[in-house]
Each structure stands twice: as structure tokens, then as C-alpha cells.
């Protein structure tokens, strides 16, 4: 709302929502907290000794135990590789195509931005096994390279799409007047439109993070060797026949929670400008 | 695989590792995989070569994987069992099942057996004695619900089998099954009506918890260790499993059923060795070898199974557990497996233990809003539509 | 088909380098760099895309038409497969429930997500604290929800039946009944895809002018006039994107049912993506399963482009 505003009405209604401030305080605040108690369930499930355990009561144990007896660190280290290379290679290659997709009009880019809809609209459940008999013949079978490819392509129908959504939103006088100095159209999209497109990359990026971060189906069939686990598959290797390590899996799941959060907090100012919103796709 | 906590793929590892192999036999690699989409895993590796020479498997996959060509036959090994003493030391049952037409398919290494449970304090405090046969079983669940507590405690939600084993179970032991010894689907016969129509007897009578169509294993965990339940089906090492060695949880025997029969339904998990190996003799070698160090796995309680081996079930660290003990003596010799009626089981079989029609027949009973009839007829209509 | 694209890919401004303001005065040569640039600029997805997106689709296509398994082949049977899952009446049901799941799915996270992204647009303390808080049923991974869900709901002595104990509403068993067990699939689903919906509408909100709705409440308008009449509008075109993409990951989404009730009870949460993969996996019926997932994506693709219509009128207006 303008401050500038001085009319009487606009007054009153300031004033009326000033009352009202901690009214949808309390709303918004009880809402959080039933929206939030199956999280509190991970939490509390996650402090809890194991049926095994002679502890009682809330305990560190089971983050001591994922820590020292398993390859927790290793998983995590994982992850953060897999996860950041989805990341850059998804940009790098879904900015481009992006913009093509928004400043192109022939009938080719058109058709483009609809083969990318079909081929990524087959389930993940079919894609797999095909995928995976493909890899091993290039010998990236239990490979982190080869779950990186994998997520990279998941990724590029939404990413692209992000991308194209963004650069619309830039105006084509900025390239024009980039061409008029001289810049390659390659040039121009490089040094003009992606360096005004910071949040439409951010959202591009966080899908792509998102996507990789949480994916168990692909990784399971892909990862063979404990070393080269992710950190959802290490969570899986909790479950035996018949019983689970629930302790080890609410911890490791708690680890699991804390980079996207952070990434969420430390991006959460980009959360009011536009667009960021489709970077939650994914599931 | 996963058959056991962390420890038990620790010393699978240190035992496959520690193998020295003899002349040009070759040295073995171990490799753990995740127990969820097992099935997936490895059809993806044997069609990508990327497989392993010899694995335990789940279910019953090394009927199917045999069915496509992808599994060596183990005659020579058993072969060689019946030169060193091992074979004559194997349990009874627990082989034949794995001889099909084309040879043995795979050779065990444990047995999943099903066995009752009771937990003797509630039983005493409800008033009824052990149940031996249906009649006093639904006798028990009712006297047990009655003090406040699950009759019989199954459940077939997400990841949970044991409902499919006990419906499955409760045909074989009224003499029915779900094919015959040829090997043909037969579900709908009287036999398995009576069986269906006494287990929904169980579930209107209160003794099956209505929930008991959603529980889990964990659910059903809960249940036994805070003494929510008095009797029931599971797995054997109950009591280790859920942490209450106090005596309390003990081994009911086989039921009889309606008929006469006495009947116990057993897995036998197994080993199996594929044709994509780099040395067949390598592999049979390292599979004798594999064999010869089970016992570690019960010295240190490393698995949930039985042994199959009669020397293993007289180690002192086997016989000091009284419920074991009592297990092999009484339900090994009875035990049957899926196969039932028949004898060795096929791709078939791991169409019933994995598929949805198994899973769908449980979860109706337990439900109890189906008549027996209708359940049999659309049990045999979803099996016949996946089994070829 | 090519307007389906043009709705969504096209520049607001509908301005290409080769065709338009001052490239115009440029010569042709230069149309012909813009375009081999274009093309270079695509040439990394193109590869992606026909390897890890195309490969699979053309496999799968051969595992539709024949009576393989995941190992061997199989010989050919054409559209066999097809018909045997279009005669089958589970077929059918997995199709019903997944219409609803997705009709749930889409428009519950979607009225929840905007009711959020609405209050949180007002000037409430800490709502930048409420904003991360509330994203995180979407960043848990499901295999550990559904977990969570299932603690609280599985048994009689589970919290949430003893909470519908003591409001005298029965003690409902979630997990057991396949009515329940289908409004918990579904409400479970809300509550893992409202955030994205939030972020979503949040984003389409921020464009929105805020003295618009001044203006409106000086003319009189109530609140939900104002929001039928001025958000609703201009949100629409963000809107039918968030759907189309909601629409894609509801059919296709395997986890958040398959975690939480495997498809039970006695299959009254099996959706056709959870039914193509116990036919595939559990029955070993590689070609039908795979004819479902097939089905499945036709569907999908006929859906988008009627979406995608509307999104390109939205945007006309």
C-alpha cells in the first residue's frame, strides 16, 4: 500500500488492517502449526531411541549412530555433487533453449516446445529401466555421472519453460539496442538478457536442486555401491525385509531437510518477484 | 540384500571378501543392494550385463530369471553337496522345491518360516488356553478382544505381507492352496471357501482388529511390544525382533484344520547363480564356499530366517533359544510353501507372492464386506489375467 | 499445434531478433546467423532430449506392443495389450480414481495455496518466517511424510482417530476403509503440493497493482468482488500454467500413493500410474503395464493442450 496516500478512506482501512495485523498473526500462526505437526512427527521420531535401545527419553543417538556406523557423510557429499552439477548443466542448457523458445516463432521452435511436453510426460516408472540398460552400456551404471545425465533431462521440458517464461518478461529493446553496439545475438543474450534474469535463473535453479535433491526412483535402480549412494538412497538402505531402522531414517531424512531449507531462507527475499514460483516443480 | 540389520550385510561382505579361491577359481566381489524394487533391480542388471554371477534373491525371481534363460542350473553343485556330507545335512523340505524340469534353480540358505504367537500373559489374563485348531482360535480372538486387546494380529497396509501369507496359509491348511500339484490354478473349490468363510468369521467377530487391513510390519510391532495383542502371525524371532526377550512372547504350535490337516507355510530364500558369470566353475566353487560359512550368521543373530542346515540347528548359540528350537521340531517337517498344492514352484508362484491379485484377496478378507464366493472368483479372475 | 506453443513460449512482445525493430534494417545475412545461433542454442537440449527422453518413449513403445518381459523381448502382438487393459475393469477404477486424485490434487493444493499466497500478502509479523515454514511439506522427502502420515493415522490408538474420538465423531480407521483411505491419499496429496501452489500464486500476485484494489474499495466492492474481479483476471494466465503442471505431476506421481496405502485397500487408491507399476513389477506384465503408462500419457498430452488453449486466451484478453 502508498504511503503517499492521504485520502480519509484509505486511512481507515490502513487503520482497520493495522487491528487486524495480529489477528491473521494468530490465524496464519495456528494453521502453520497443524499444516507443520507431520513434520514435528519426523522431529520428534528422530529423538526418539530405537526399540532396541536401552535409552529413554529424547536422545542424539540415532544422529550419532547414522554418523558413525553408516556412510552418512560420504551420502551427503553425494548428493551436494550430484545435486550442484543438475544444477549448473540444467541452466547452462535450459537458458539458451529458453530464450530461443521465447524469441523464436517459427513453426520448428513451436513444435520444439511441444515435443518437450510429450517425451517428459511418459512416467519416471517406465523410463527407468530402459535408461538404465542404456547407461550400463557406456559403462554409467552405478555412476553419480550417469544419475547427473539422468536429472539434467528430467529437468529440461520445466526448466526450459521457466526459462522462456522469464525472458518473455524482458523487454526485446534491451537486445535491439545490444545489437545496435555490435553484440552477437549469442552476445546479447549472454551479457544483457541472462544478467537481468537473475530471479528467472534462481527459479530455474531451485527446480532443478529441488528435483534432484528429493529423487529416490531413478537413483535406486541407478547406484549400486554404498559409496556411490545419494542421500534418499542411503535413507532406503534403512529399510530390510520386513523392518526399518525408523530412528537412522528420521535422522538422516532431518539432515536431508536442512539444505533446502537454507537455500529457501537464503533465497527468500526473491520470493516476492515473479516467476520464482514455478521453481518448486517437480513431484 | 538386506536380510538382516546393518551387521548382516557387514559379515556377508567380510565372508564373500575373505574367500581364497582353490587352482584358477576366481576371487568374489560382494555387492549390497536395496531391499525396496529389489524385482527391478535386478532384471535391470541382468539385462544390461551388469549383473552378478551369484545372488540371494527375494521372492521367488529365481524361478522367474530361470523361465527367461538368465539362471545356471545348480545340479552340479548339489552334485558335489552329495559327495561332502552337506547335503545329507540339510533339513527336510527344504531343497526340493527347487527342482523343476530344467534342474535346480537355486539352493536355499534359510527359511522364512510363518509361526504363531502368544503372548502367554494376556492369554492368562483373557482366560483361554493355546489355540490348536480354528474352533479355539476364534475362541481365543474373541476371549481376547474381550479384555480390550487384537484377537489376531495381522495386517496387509503398505509393505506388508503378512496378511497375503496367513490368508494363503489358512487355504493350505484346510488342504487347499492355490494350484493344483500340477501346477493349474484351482482357487475356487470348497476347501478354500471354508477357509475364506471361517477368516471373515474372524473379522466379524472383532478377534481381526477392523484396522487390520491398513497396519503395517511396524504397525504390528507396536502391537506386540506394548502388549496390544495377544496372538497371531509372524515371522520367526519375534521376540528378538521386537525387543521383548522377557519370555512372554512365546511359539504357539501349528494349527489343525477343519479337516485334519496340519499344515505350516515356510519361504525358503535362496541362492542363485547366473549364466552371466566369467567362470561357471568359479561360481559354483564360491557358492559351496558361501554355504559352508552360514553359520556364522546364527552365532552372531545376524538373520531373521531358520537355518537349513540340521548342524546349524544344534549349535549351542541356536539351541539356547527354546522358541527356535520348538519351531524346526514342529513346523519344518509340515511346512509347504506357496506352491501349493504342489510341490516345486515356477514363475507362476512369484506371480501370486509379488502380484496384486494375492494383495487384493488379503485385503478383501480383511475388510469383511465381500462374500467368500465373490472373493475366490475375483482372487482366480486377477490371477488368471497375470499368470501365463 | 503450433499455437499451443505460441501461448506459452512466446515473447508478451511477440519480437524476434531476425524480424523485428532494428534488425529489420539489418540485412539478411543476419537472419540467417540469428537462426544458426538459434539452432546452436538448442542443439544441447535437443541431444539431452532425444536421448534420455526419446530412447525410453521408443522403448517403451516396443514393450507396448509385445509380450516381453523387462529381460527378453518377446515377439510381437500389436495392439493386443492395449485392448486386454481396456477391456479390464481395474483398468477402469484406476482411471476414476485417478481423475479424482487429480481433480483433488490440482484444484484443493491450488484454493489452499492461493488462500496462503493471499494472507501472506497482507502485513503480518514474521511472515517471511511463514513463507519457508510453510514450503516444507513440499521439500520433505515423501518416503519420510508418508511415514509421518501413516504414525498418525494408521491405528485406533494413532493421534488423529483419538482426536476424532474426543469430538464424538467415531474412531475412523484411515488406513482400512477404501472411502477414508482414498480422502486420506487425496488430503495427503494437498498437503505435499499446497507450498508449490503458494510460491505459485505468490508470484502472480506480486504483479498484481495494488491500487487497483484501492480504487475498488473506494468504489464499493467487497472483498470477494474484488477478488473474483480483479485477482482472479489477472492471475489467470500463471494460473492455467500451475494447473497444467499440477495436472502432469498428480497423474504421474507414484510416491505420495504408493508410500502412504501401496494402492489399497482391496484397490480403492490404485491410480493408473501405481496400477502400470504393479502390472510392470509385482504381476510382471510388461507389455500391458507399459500400455497403461502409454494410455496414461495420451491422456495427459490431450489435457495440456486444452490447457494450453486457455492459457493463449488468457493472455489474448
Keep these: 500500500m502508498s504511503a503517499v496516500l492521504k485520502s480519509p478512506t484509505a486511512n481507515q482501512i490502513r487503520a482497520r488492517e493495522d487491528r487486524g495485523r495480529w489477528w491473521r498473526f494468530l490465524l496464519v500462526l495456528v494453521i502453520t502449526v497443524v499444516t507443520l505437526v507431520p513434520i514435528g512427527v519426523v522431529a520428534l521420531l528422530s529423538l526418539l531411541p530405537s526399540s532396541t535401545s536401552t535409552t529413554t527419553g529424547v536422545t542424539f543417538e540415532n544422529f550419532t549412530k547414522v554418523f558413525r556406523d553408516t556412510l552418512a557423510t560420504t551420502w551427503i557429499s553425494n548428493s551436494l555433487i550430484t545435486t550442484g552439477v543438475t544444477v549448473l548443466v540444467s541452466v547452462a542448457v535450459a537458458a539458451p533453449a529458453g530464450y530461443v523458445l521465447s524469441r523464436g516463432r517459427s513453426r520448428v521452435v513451436s513444435s520444439y516446445s511441444l515435443l518437450l511436453f510429450v517425451l517428459q510426460s511418459l512416467p519416471i516408472i517406465t523410463s527407468v529401466v530402459p535408461l538404465f540398460i542404456l547407461f550400463a552400456n ?72 529441488l528435483l534432484s535433491w528429493n529423487d529416490y526412483l531413478v537413483a535406486l535402480v541407478f547406484l549400486r555401491s554404498d559409496v556411490k549412494f545419494t542421500l534418499p538412497i542411503g535413507v532406503q538402505s534403512f529399510f530390510q525385509q520386513n523392518a526399518t531402522d525408523w530412528g537412522s531414517v528420521m535422522a538422516l531424512a532431518v539432515v536431508m531437510m536442512l539444505p533446502p531449507v537454507i537455500v529457501f531462507v537464503g533465497l527468500n527475499k526473491y520470493f516476492s518477484v515473479g516467476g520464482i514460483g514455478g521453481s518448486l516443480a517437480g513431484r | 540384500m ?21 587352482g584358477k577359481n576366481l576371487k568374489a566381489a560382494w555387492q549390497g543392494i536395496q531391499w525396496n524394487n529389489f524385482y527391478q533391480t535386478f532384471a535391470s542388471a541382468i539385462a544390461s550385463k551388469t549383473g552378478p554371477a551369484v545372488s540371494t534373491g527375494g521372492g521367488f525371481q529365481a524361478y522367474q530369471f530361470a523361465e527367461q534363460g538368465a539362471i545356471a542350473m545348480a545340479d552340479d553343485v548339489v552334485a ?4 561332502n556330507g552337506m547335503f545329507d545335512d540339510l533339513l527336510p523340505g527344504v531343497l526340493e522345491g527347487f527342482k523343476t524340469k530344467d534342474g535346480y534353480v537355486a539352493l536355499p540358505w534359510q527359511t522364512d518360516m510363518r509361526v504363531y504367537w502368544y503372548r ?3 492369554l492368562e489374563k483373557a482366560g483361554v488356553a493355546v489355540p490348536t485348531d480354528w474352533p479355539s482360535l476364534l475362541e481365543a480372538g474373541k476371549a481376547l478382544k474381550k479384555i480390550g486387546v487384537i484377537g489376531f494380529c495381522t495386517g496387509s497396509g503398505a509393505g506388508n505381507f503378512l496378511g497375503n501369507h496367513w490368508a494363503v496359509s489358512m487355504l493350505i491348511n484346510n488342504g487347499g492352496g492355490v494350484w493344483t500339484p500340477e501346477g493349474d490354478i484351482d482357487v475356487v473349490n470348497d476347501r478354500n471357501q471354508e477357509a475364506v468363510e471361517f477368516m471373515l468369521e474372524m473379522v466379524s467377530a472383532g478377534a481381526i482388529d477392523p484396522g487390520a487391513v491398513g497396519f503395517t510390519t511396524d504397525n504390528m510391532d507396536a502391537q506386540w511390544k506394548n502388549s496390544k495383542t495377544g496372538y497371531g ?31 505350516a507355510l515356510q519361504f525358503v530364500n535362496n541362492i542363485m547363480m547366473y549364466k552371466n558369470t566369467p567362470d561357471q566353475a568359479s561360481s559354483e566353487a564360491f557358492v559351496i564356499y558361501y554355504l559352508q560359512q552360514l553359520k556364522g550368521y546364527w552365532q552372531q543373530a545376524l538373520v531373521g530366517g531358520l537355518p537349513v542346515f540340521k548342524s546349524i540347528t544344534e549349535l549351542p548359540e541356536f539351541t539356547k533359544d527354546p522358541n527356535a528350537v520348538q519351531i524346526v521340531k514342529d513346523y519344518s517337517p509340515i511346512a509347504k510353501t506357496f506352491a501349493a498344492r504342489g510341490t516345486a514352484s515356477t514363475a507362476n508362484t512369484a506371480v501370486l507372492d509379488g502380484g496384486q491379485a494375492l494383495n487384493k484377496f488379503a485385503q478383501s478378507i480383511l475388510t469383511g464386506k465381500t462374500d467368500a464366493k465373490t472373493i475366490l472368483n475375483d482372487f482366480a479372475t486377477g490371477l488368471k489375467a497375470a499368470v501365463k | 499445434m503450433t499455437t499451443l506453443t505460441g501461448g506459452l513460449s512466446r515473447a508478451r512482445r511477440g519480437i524476434s531478433p531476425g524480424g523485428h525493430g532494428g534488425a529489420r534494417r539489418r540485412t539478411s545475412t543476419l537472419k540467417a546467423q540469428t537462426r544458426r545461433t538459434f539452432l546452436g542454442m538448442l542443439v544441447p537440449s535437443v541431444v539431452l532430449l532425444i536421448l534420455i527422453n526419446g530412447y525410453p518413449l521408443v522403448y517403451a513403445a ?22 486386454t487393459v481396456l477391456a479390464s475393469g481395474a483398468f477402469w477404477r484406476a482411471a476414476r480414481f485417478t481423475l479424482i486424485f487429480t ?46 502420515w501413516n504414525w498418525l493415522v494408521a491405528t485406533a490408538d494413532s493421534p488423529v482417530p483419538r482426536i476424532f474420538e474426543a469430538l464424538g465423531l467415531g474412531s475412523p480407521l484411515f488406513l482400512a ?11 495427503f496429496k494437498v498437503w505435499v503440493s499446497f507450498p508449490f501452489m503458494m510460491m505459485m500464486s505468490a508470484g502472480a500476485l506480486a504483479a498484481v497493482d495494488d491500487t487497483l484494489y484501492e480504487a475498488a474499495s473506494i468504489d464499493g466492492a467487497s472483498s470477494w468482488q474484488q477478488f473474483t474481479q480483479i485477482t482472479l483476471p489477472l492471475i489467470a494466465r500463471p494460473t492455467y500454467i500451475s494447473w497444467i503442471l499440477m495436472t502432469v505431476f498428480c497423474v504421474n506421481d507414484f510416491p505420495t500413493i504408493y508410500l502412504l496405502t501401496t494402492g489399497g485397500p482391496v484397490d480403492a487408491t490404485t491410480s493408473l500410474v501405481v496400477y502400470a507399476y504393479r502390472s510392470v513389477f509385482q504381476d510382471f506384465q510388461t507389455g500391458p503395464g507399459v500400455a497403461v503408462a502409454f494410455l496414461m500419457t495420451l491422456t495427459l498430452v490431450v489435457v495440456s493442450v486444452i490447457l494450453y488453449r486457455q492459457i493463449r486466451r488468457a493472455h489474448v484478453e
Design chain 1, 138 to 209: 557406456f559403462g554409467l551404471a552405478d555412476s553419480l555421472t550417469g544419475l547427473t545425465i539422468v536429472y539434467v533431462a528430467a529437468t529440461m521440458a520445466v526448466a526450459t519453460w521457466m526459462m522462456a517464461a522469464y525472458f518473455d518478461s524482458i523487454p526485446v529493446s534491451l537486445e535491439e539496442a545490444a545489437w545496435i553496439d555490435g553484440l552477437s545475438v549469442f552476445g546479447s543474450f549472454l551479457r544483457v538478457v541472462l544478467r537481468n534474469s537473475l530471479p528467472g535463473v534462481l527459479s530455474t535453479a531451485i527446480f532443478a536442486f
Design chain 2, 233 to 263: 502371525m509372524f515371522g520367526a524371532y519375534l521376540p528378538q525382533r521386537v525387543g521383548d526377550t522377557s519370555g512372554d512372547i512365546v511359539a504357539a504350535p501349528p494349527l489343525t484344520g477343519p479337516n485334519g490337516d496340519k499344515t
Design chain 2, 120 to 122: 502367554k500373559s494376556l
Design chain 3, 103 to 148: 481433480l483433488v490434487g490440482v484444484f484443493g493444493s491450488w484454493a489452499v495455496g492461493l488462500a496462503f499466497a493471499l494472507l501472506l500478502r497482507t502485513r503480518i509479523p514474521g511472515r517471511g518466517i511463514f513463507k519457508v515454514l510453510l514450503l516444507l511439506p513440499w521439500v520433505v522427502p515423501i518416503v519420510v511424510s508418508s511415514t509421518a
Design chain 3, 62 to 83: 516396443v514393450q507396448a506392443t509385445h509380450d516381453g518381459s523387462l529381460i527378453d523381448a518377446g515377439s510381437f502382438v500389436g495392439l493386443d495389450n492395449f485392448s
Design chain 2, 80 to 83: 558335489t553337496m552329495k559327495t
Design chain 2, 2 to 22: 538386506p536380510w538382516g540389520a546393518q551387521a548382516y550385510s557387514d559379515a556377508s561382505k567380510k565372508v564373500t571378501e575373505a574367500y581364497v579361491p582353490e
Design chain 3, 177 to 187: 476403509d477404501p472411502k477414508l483411505a482414498a480422502v486420506l491419499v487425496c488430503v
